[in-house]
């Protein structure tokens, strides 16, 4: 990953973040459907999280804010029956994870920022939504907050765990093919000698085997997990 935003123009900044807006859209479309909690079937897995966490790594924190917004916009007017309410939940878990995982490495560019970034994310995305699901979450299902405080710890923090953790591995794994997709289509420069030098003997990021290895390894763990809880295994 590099810091491109100074080394391209205005016009691709915005073509690139309104591609990866579309694919987070559609990306969340095809998978909202699909629960992660049995006990909370209003819980889903959120992919878009990672696609605008990598338009994040690009672009800084303040464009991942930005697509962020723009994304929980379209997705309330279209696949959402939650309202204004669930667009500002939205809004506070995917801007969460994503400035938090994007703001280190977007000021110094190494691999070792780019993975502490995205476990503060998951961290800072999980703490924030167990606050706000006990807030918000009983007015709109109607239940009791009595009701809502016991599944903090059994449903909502083991969900948001597993949702950063699956986004935080996606976008570890996909960052590579998005930014090559990218480059051969003109809108970001090649590889630059920054993003391949070192600096004070260590490495800027860059996808090794192990890093792939090691997401899906994540990816995969994550997966049989849901499937433990939702009794298919």
Request: proline letters at 5%.
């Amino acid at each position: 990953m590099s810091n491109y935003s100074k080394s391209t123009t205005n016009v691709q900044k915005l073509s690139i973040m309104g591609m990866l807006c579309a694919v987070a859209f559609v990306s969340t479309m095809l998978m909202h459907s699909i629960p992660i909690m049995p006990s909370a079937p209003y819980l889903s897995l959120d992919p878009k999280d990672a696609v605008i966490a990598i338009g994040g790594f690009i672009f800084g924190p303040i464009a991942a804010l930005i697509m962020t917004v723009v994304v929980c916009l379209v997705e309330m007017v279209t696949i959402s029956s939650t309202g204004v309410i669930g667009l500002i939940m939205n809004v506070l878990s995917t801007g969460v994870f994503v400035t938090v995982s994007t703001i280190m490495y977007y000021r110094k560019p190494k691999f070792k920022n780019a993975v502490i970034g995205l476990i503060l994310g998951v961290i800072s995305m999980t703490a924030m939504m167990i606050l706000w699901n006990y807030l918000i979450t009983p007015i709109y299902t109607g239940m009791d907050r009595a009701i809502i405080a016991p599944m903090l710890p059994t449903v909502f923090l083991p969900f948001n765990l597993l949702k950063g953790t699956i986004n935080a591995a996606l976008t570890l794994f996909l960052y590579k093919s998005v930014v090559t997709v990218l480059r051969k289509a003109k809108l970001l420069p090649k590889t630059e000698k920054k993003a391949v030098s070192t600096e004070n003997g260590e490495k800027t990021f860059a996808i090794t085997p192990l890093v792939m290895i090691s997401s899906v390894l994540v990816l995969v763990t994550c997966v049989l997990i849901i499937l433990v809880i939702n009794g298919k295994l």
